[in-house]
């Protein structure tokens, strides 16, 4: 079966010069992927006439689409909404909207495609705010889902609640866990640790006894600190999205210095690149399991329809990640998994939520107390 992938090919630093490369080498990963790609033709065009040879047969499975404005990182969420016609990052939520593509991937400004996937693609029935999740290495060789990442920096209980259902299927769908542990990050394990709506959210997963999403369950193991995130102890972690940015940015920070220092040790001393020449394959592997380009590409949870962000720093590599992630998540049919969870919760038990946001329909508008923090450009 054909999957077809909308790419926002201006979003990001690198522009074009990443997203056109990073989706071929998605194309040489996947052989039933088709792309649309949308952008300024010529410089796309012109971009695709510098790629290596052995890429160049893929691109039969590549459609480009003509779009010639780009929303900038700094343009604010408002600015976006009002002058989104035309643009690379609209014409690709369009392709899906339309039924063009079953997925769009956009390095570009967070808020902006958040805001622009609302309203394009809409929102699963009784969630008022789409979260941004991705998933983290553990060290038990696992993943734990991180979220929110910078959707939505000022959040209310029943927020938290619900981004712990959304990531409670995620993991049970796409990593296949039985029974997802979830928790809360805070500062503290104690009961009275935390901001009154981290409080709140802890009693109300403590009440809800069968924690039932769908056919399925999730373990509320309570709070966590920071430094369980990558412990193995939880396989969904839950949080504002200042602090869940806040936290991811700072991991991929410490992440890349470990391995710059690692690197520069073994070079400082002819015994120490003999030592890494014997330990070479070793070393490949803990490359490989730290880098944070493998774990490129962060989901909309909660939208209607397949959006994934792909990091605004990330090469040509780490883009081919984002789009083998929303490959997968159209293999598993992410979203239906998720309007059917939670309307099946909603169904067994009074909804956290206002009446607006039940009765079974998809909400495509920005709800008043939903609007993505406009305050600051976000990446």
Request: net charge neutral; proline share 4%.
């Amino acid at each position: 079966m054909t999957v077809r992938i909308a790419i926002d090919a201006m979003g990001g630093d690198l522009g074009p010069r990443a997203t056109v490369l990073g989706s071929l080498q998605a194309l040489s990963m996947h052989p039933d992927l088709e792309i649309q790609m949308y952008g300024p033709r010529e410089a796309l065009e012109d971009e695709l006439e510098t790629l290596p040879k052995r890429l160049s047969g893929y691109r039969s499975r590549l459609v480009l689409h003509d779009a010639p404005r780009v929303i900038s990182q700094a343009m604010r969420v408002a600015s976006a909404l009002r002058e989104a016609e035309g643009s690379s990052m609209l014409g690709a939520l369009s392709g899906v909207r339309e039924g063009r593509a079953q997925a769009c991937v956009s390095a570009g400004n967070t808020g902006a495609l958040m805001a622009l996937g609302r309203r394009e693609l809409g929102t699963i029935s009784g969630i008022s705010r789409p979260a941004i999740s991705t998933a983290v290495p553990t060290q038990d060789g696992g993943r734990c889902y991180l979220l929110d990442l910078g959707a939505n920096v000022d959040v209310q209980t029943r927020h938290l609640v619900d981004f712990a259902r959304m990531g409670a299927v995620m993991a049970r769908v796409v990593d296949e866990v039985a029974v997802p542990r979830v928790a809360l990050l805070n500062i503290g394990v104690e009961a009275n640790k935390g901001v009154p709506s981290v409080r709140d959210a802890d009693r109300c997963l403590r009440e809800d006894a069968s924690r039932r999403i769908g056919d399925g369950t999730f373990d509320y193991i309570g709070y966590l600190e920071g430094d369980g995130i990558f412990s193995g102890a939880a396989d969904v972690v839950v949080c504002d999205g200042f602090v869940g940015n806040a936290v991811l940015k700072a991991s991929e920070g410490l992440a890349t210095m470990l391995l710059t220092r690692l690197q520069e040790t073994f070079e400082a001393h002819l015994t120490t690149r003999m030592v890494r020449a014997m330990a070479r394959p070793a070393l490949l592997r803990l490359k490989r399991r730290l880098d944070p380009v493998r774990y490129n590409g962060a989901s909309l949870l909660g939208l209607a329809g397949i959006a994934v962000k792909s990091h605004g720093g990330a090469d040509a590599k780490g883009f081919a990640y984002a789009v083998s992630r929303a490959v997968r998540e159209i293999d598993m049919d992410l979203p239906a998994h998720l309007a059917r969870a939670l309307s099946d919760e909603g169904a067994a038990k009074p909804s956290t939520h206002s009446a607006a946001a039940v009765g079974g329909r998809v909400d495509s508008g920005l709800a008043s107390d939903a609007r993505p923090d406009d305050s600051h450009p976000q990446r």
